[in-house]
DNA sequence: AGCACGCCGACT
DNA sequence: GTCGGCGTGCTC
């Protein structure tokens, strides 16, 4: 009789051990009796009997975890401060007795064979190329327009001529349409979209294809990263300094440096894109330039102060307007208003269960938070005071939309943020009747800032960048700064263009508007005098209950327990930004250390259990 | 005192 | 994850 450990897959749950007749392997697939039910695990080691009574494992599977895949999952389960259990449900396993990471079918799959034209590389693109092809990693640092993916599309074209398979990532899933259409054209059915929103029956479909051969590119959302891709040759991870490639869920993993750790693990190569660069790759990876197109599309930047829908905003919209032109307009915040605030007491109007403000939505009648999305009728008398009515504050996209229609006649506006693209086809459909000229104005959040192409823009409106300047966060400067040039970089990709930001700042963004590297040395200087990443490991650790007297506690006592390691620094602890969500209150306890082994050691020395590790955060409210 | 609900820990 | 034990708090 053999003895193994296992972990279950897609739980919490321990290690636990069970027996067989036969002799597995680690990182076989079976199934288990827990409890009345069976569940799914995966062996880690053959261990002697033990003194507790074992169940038997009722089947052994076809699907089977590579020794890579395992210990990347180590990795990850240690660095970012999950089970293994969640960190191994992440990857997809090979099937069929295929041996571990080889497959079945080496090389030239008839599948695989480019289908469209090689996409014709101007001599600016084929010396990126060519210095791409000669790094293990890199960091390929271009201007929106500067024709990144023709890159993209020459390198995954190389990578099939040499019998390999690459996987490419973007921030988002609502940008893989757009991508799949420029892809089928080159690769066709050898390139597949993946990404948590395909169908169950749809991704069996594809793996069936990656085993066989015929799908030698997967492409797409985080996902896309764990799919099990044999004689995997090349990641690419586009728009790399995007905060959605880091997980907010357990595995709180960043998809770009588990990219980075892939490619080491199974010699593939990895390059990073984006027209903004993190600090971070900037500072860590080689760097290759794609220079500006010869043909340069103009952008003449203007900066006007306010904080709403002024006069000269509806100004330059109607005259764009007029002149038969399209625009685009851009504030981060969603519905009528981001808050409902009392004039007399000056209080915001709060959630019951989030300590944030409720935002107004007059086209669903309601308040909702976007917290908790709890949603209650529009209040008009404050609930401290009693005083009425409630101002609103914080124009929001809803609202900036019933101004501009009212004010401009016959314009018609397309609504672009998560109230109003919930499906992918609402997404598509927006695209369209924008593309096709039949709307006007395309109006949004920060979803704006994404990918998209909207190739006749010719006037760019910017509001709301101070509020995120002047958030708490050491990377508040780094936001604004890439916002606005990725939302510029939307526009005038074929015309002339008007950029209008609204700023009470404008000299700090003027500084950067035309060399984004400037940019990222000085505040690269800045990030190294203050001791921020990536000059120094950051974790945050996150303490959320019902009580709050106990989470305070919990907070105290885990700080008790780090002060005891001189290596790492305590940067502050007390009540999270919000402080309150779901109905439970949080708190946070920042650290810090010159390098991230004495910081994962002091962390891996707390119990865990009622609270949440998140290793180079990005979130910190 | 009896019962319902929700939290927490064990499961091999 | 899912199940059951147990503690808290409400009602009869």
Redesign the pocket.
């Known amino acids: 009789m053999h003895y193994y450990e296992v972990f279950?897959l897609?739980?919490?749950?321990?290690c636990?051990?069970?027996h067989a007749d036969g002799v597995l392997y680690a990182g076989s697939v079976v199934s288990?009796p827990?409890?009345?039910?069976l569940k799914e695990a995966v062996i880690v080691a053959e261990v002697q009997k033990?003194d507790?009574k074992?169940?038997e494992i009722s089947t052994v599977t076809d699907k089977r975890y590579s020794a890579k895949q395992m210990e990347m999952a180590k990795f990850i389960s240690e660095y970012y401060f999950s089970s293994f259990s969640e960190a191994i449900s992440l990857f997809i396993p090979y099937r069929r007795g295929a041996p571990c990471g080889y497959p079945k079918r080496r090389g030239c799959a008839d599948g695989g064979q480019p289908q469209g034209i090689a996409p014709t590389l101007t001599t600016i693109q084929q010396n990126a190329y060519t210095q791409l092809l000669q790094k293990e990693k890199a960091l390929l640092f271009g201007v929106t327009g500067a024709g990144k993916t023709e890159i993209f599309i020459a390198l995954m074209a190389k990578m099939l001529e040499e019998g390999k398979t690459s996987i490419f990532l973007m921030p988002e899933i609502s940008l893989t349409p757009q991508m799949e259409k420029r892809l089928k054209v080159y690769f066709g059915d050898a390139v597949a979209m993946w990404h948590s929103r395909i169908t169950r029956k749809k991704k069996e479909q594809i793996l069936e294809a990656i085993e066989d051969g015929r799908v030698r590119i997967v492409a797409g959302a985080r996902s896309a990263l764990f799919t099990p891709l044999p004689d995997l040759g090349l990641i690419i991870v586009d728009e790399e300094h995007d905060d959605s490639y880091k997980a907010q869920t357990r595995p709180r993993y960043h998809a770009r440096d588990v990219a980075v750790l892939m490619g080491q693990k199974l010699g593939a190569k990895v390059v990073l894109a984006s027209a903004t660069p993190s600090m971070t790759s900037y500072a860590k990876y080689d760097v290759v330039k794609l220079e500006k197109p010869f043909i340069e599309t103009k952008k003449q930047y203007r900066f006007i102060a306010g904080d709403s829908i002024s006069q000269p905003i509806l100004n330059a919209l109607e005259r764009n307007f007029s002149s038969g032109h399209q625009s685009l307009l851009f504030l981060p915040t969603r519905g009528n208003f981001k808050y409902l605030y009392c004039e007399r007491c000056g209080k915001t109007h709060l959630c019951p269960f989030c300590s944030v403000g409720m935002a107004l939505h007059r086209k669903y009648r309601h308040l909702k938070c976007h917290y908790c999305n709890y949603t209650e009728p529009i209040q008009d008398t404050c609930q401290h005071c009693g005083h009425t009515p409630l101002k609103s504050e914080r124009m929001g996209t809803q609202e900036a939309i019933e101004v501009i229609t009212s004010a401009i006649a016959g314009i018609k506006v397309e609504q672009f943020d998560r109230d109003s693209i919930t499906t992918s086809k609402k997404l598509k459909d927006a695209l369209k009747r924008f593309e096709s000229g039949a709307s006007h104005l395309i109006l949004g959040t920060q979803m704006l800032s994404k990918g998209h192409d909207y190739a006749n823009i010719t006037l760019s409106v910017i509001m709301g960048l101070d509020h995120i300047l002047g958030l708490a966060d050491y990377r508040a400067r780094e936001r604004a700064m890439s916002l606005l040039l990725q939302i510029a970089g939307r526009s005038g990709r074929a015309k002339e263009a008007e950029v209008l930001v609204q700023t009470n700042d404008p000299d700090f963004f003027r500084t950067y508007l035309h060399d984004y590297e400037v940019f990222i040395k000085d505040e690269l200087a800045f990030l190294e005098m203050a001791q921020y990443p990536p000059f120094v490991s950051l974790a945050r650790i996150l303490i959320a209950h019902?009580d709050e007297a106990k989470a305070g506690k919990i907070t105290l006592d885990t700080v008790t327990k780090l002060k005891v390691f001189e290596e790492i620094e305590i940067v502050g602890h007390g009540k999270a930004p919000v402080e309150r969500i779901a109905d439970k209150f949080r708190f946070q306890i920042l650290l810090k250390a010159k390098n991230r082994v004495p910081l994962l050691k002091a962390l891996h020395s707390v119990d865990c259990?009622e609270i949440e590790i998140d290793m180079d955060p990005v979130e910190f409210s």
Do not use: D
Request: charged share 20%.
């Open positions: 279950l897609r739980s919490s749950a321990p636990l051990t069970y288990v827990l409890k009345n039910s033990p507790f074992t169940a019902k259990r």
